[in-house]
């Protein structure tokens, strides 16, 4: 009488054990697929993208090209400007949110948590679609390796002669301040044909705020994310201080200026992920 109880155990038993291991099987079934879609959230087959965080060396992007040519043996062909730094570093590291479609987000300059009350007064006319003073802007010198002059929007870039560029892009983060002395945006900007070179060139790019953190990466704004990347390659040069911004000076610019420039640019959000990023060497 106690065998059919024993084989009666032995089968609940069995059953349990069973259970408990197709238990365990979808569970490591789900961990994996959950791995694989981690692993595919990011674009695939892209080359490096930016903006990063510059005091941050690691990347593991498969994709390599050389860096450009220097900004001296390249044509200067346009210059543009973002709300808030798109990048990071020590210098502008105050995070600004997430921003709407690019605009409010990014990263601020720490200068700017301790301005004077003279530094922050209102201007008397509205800058730039209102900008105000305090404000964090990164400005872009883009270069081409094409026989182009400067003009309006990255397709002043290329040609039909010369569709696929080298493409380099001198990089400054300001703080807008209310104040006479502070830098000159429109001799930062000013654009000369140099005639020993023969090459467009703006010859008011900072040059004391620190050794520029140079890598290859992409085009930046805010259409692209770690999901939808920028195919063009770009060698970066991104000084690593903020300075000060005369903010009407950003103003007059921004009435007038050949590259058809009016407001700042959104930002693109701060690419993380090491597979979408080069080594800074």
């Known amino acids: 009488m106690k065998t059919p109880c024993i084989s009666k155990l032995g089968k609940i038993i069995a059953s349990a054990l069973l259970l408990s291991s197709l238990v365990i099987s979808s569970s490591a079934i789900a961990a994996h697929h959950e791995d694989a879609a981690k692993k595919r959230d990011v674009c695939e087959g892209f080359g490096p993208q930016t903006p990063r965080d510059i005091d941050s060396v690691a990347g593991e992007n498969s994709v390599k090209f050389n860096l450009a040519s220097p900004s001296t043996e390249m044509n200067l062909c346009n210059i543009h400007f973002h709300n808030n730094a798109e990048h990071k570093a020590k210098a502008f590291s105050v995070y600004a949110g997430d921003g709407d479609h690019g605009y409010g987000g990014g990263y601020q300059c720490g200068i700017s948590q ?52 080298d493409l380099r892009v001198e990089t400054q983060v300001f703080t807008l301040v209310n104040d006479a002395s502070a830098l000159n945006f429109n001799d930062l900007t000013k654009v000369t044909n140099d005639q020993s070179s023969g090459y467009y060139q703006a010859k008011g790019i900072p040059s004391t705020t620190g050794e520029p953190i140079q890598f290859t990466g992409s085009t930046t704004g805010p259409s692209y994310t770690e999901l939808a990347c920028s195919a063009l390659q770009v060698t970066w040069s991104v000084r690593p201080a903020c300075a000060k911004l005369d903010i009407n000076t950003l103003g007059k610019w921004c009435e007038s200026n050949e590259f058809e420039e009016d407001k700042a640019h959104g930002v693109r959000k701060l690419v993380t992920d090491k597979r979408l990023l080069s080594p800074i060497e």
């Open 114 to 165: 301790s301005l004077t009350k003279e530094e922050l007064q209102a201007p008397e006319a509205e800058i730039c679609k209102n900008l105000k003073p305090g404000d964090t802007i990164e400005v872009h010198w883009v270069h081409s390796s094409c026989d182009v002059a400067p003009g309006p929007g990255l397709g002043s870039c290329l040609s039909e002669k010369c569709a696929n560029p």
